[in-house]
């Protein structure tokens, strides 16, 4: 997973909504230091300011019916040939909807066809970012691989240290440029990519409560995306139900947490290679 380790995570516990179905995550928000006149001078309180964005929340899931032949005859491996490709689908699945939250977004700045204008892009958006104060740090650039290309070409893109375990996020930076850490993601649109700081985002994940009377259930981690999976035996079908599942949502943050009132999505900037 990539995308999910690049946006503001918020544990199921601090989650508010009815029924599962939209959920109000509360994204803290920067504030600024002031400076005492004199020594012993009267101070100022301020408050410690939250945005509440609504999130859609999901219930991604994947089921396959395990038929007796198969479980007697064809599997070798559950978890390698059935549990393995009912994670990996649903742990994409969440992943997607981060991406579907900025293929929504609305167009800041094109790039000529041939990239040949692409540094004055993305110093374009590092300096719309910054007239708004979005914080210098945890700054990331989601680039489409169409995109990627034209970032690879860049003379002075500093590659990130690769030291460590392996990782999907590790693997996915093509590395740092003018404050921003780029990720490829094919999710994107063709041809686009989107600066954003870390709170430009919300990416709200937790497991499904075990359902009562299932035979056995687990919960785990796939990536950081928060999974069940279920096992139940169909004696209608003569088979072994396995469902694996997860709910999510994501959404971009506004500054008044709704993007509603003309509010700009300053801690999002999003550009397009053009089409000719």
Do not use: C, W
């Not at 909807?97 to 041939?114: P, Q, Y």
């Not at 409560?209 to 990536?223: A, C, I």
Request: charged share 20%; proline share 4%; net charge negative.
């Amino acid at each position: 997973m990539v995308l999910p380790m690049t946006v503001a995570r918020v544990p199921g516990t601090d989650f508010a909504g009815d029924n599962g179905d939209t959920v109000t995550v509360r994204v803290p928000q920067p504030s600024t230091a002031r400076t005492q006149a004199t020594p012993g001078a009267d101070i100022t309180y301020d408050d410690v300011d939250e945005v509440p964005v609504n999130v859609t929340v999901s219930h991604l899931y994947h089921g396959k019916l395990v038929s007796a032949q198969e479980l007697t005859y064809s599997l070798e491996d559950f978890g390698r040939q059935i549990t393995r490709v009912q994670v990996t689908a649903v742990a994409n699945g969440a992943e997607n909807l981060i991406a579907t939250a900025m293929n929504n977004l609305s167009v800041d700045a094109t790039i000529d066809a041939d990239g040949s204008d692409v540094e004055d892009v993305i110093l374009e958006a590092r300096e719309a970012m910054s007239r708004a104060n979005v914080p210098l740090e945890d700054r990331f650039f989601a680039v489409s691989p169409e995109l990627a290309t034209y970032i690879l070409r860049l003379e002075n893109l500093s590659e990130v240290d690769k030291a460590g375990n392996s990782s999907a996020l590790r693997d996915a930076v093509i590395g740092r440029y003018r404050g921003f850490t780029f990720v490829e993601s094919s999710a994107l649109t063709a041809g686009t990519g989107v600066a954003y700081h870390r709170s430009g985002f919300v990416f709200a994940n937790f497991a499904p409560t075990t359902p009562r009377g299932v035979v056995d259930t687990s919960v785990t981690q796939s990536g950081g995306i928060a999974l069940r999976q279920i096992f139940q035996y169909d004696p209608k079908k003569l088979s072994d139900a396995s469902v694996v599942s997860t709910f999510a949502g994501a959404a971009p943050v506004a500054e008044n947490g709704t993007g509603d009132d003309g509010t700009a999505f300053v801690r999002q900037f999003k550009v397009a290679v053009s089409a000719s």
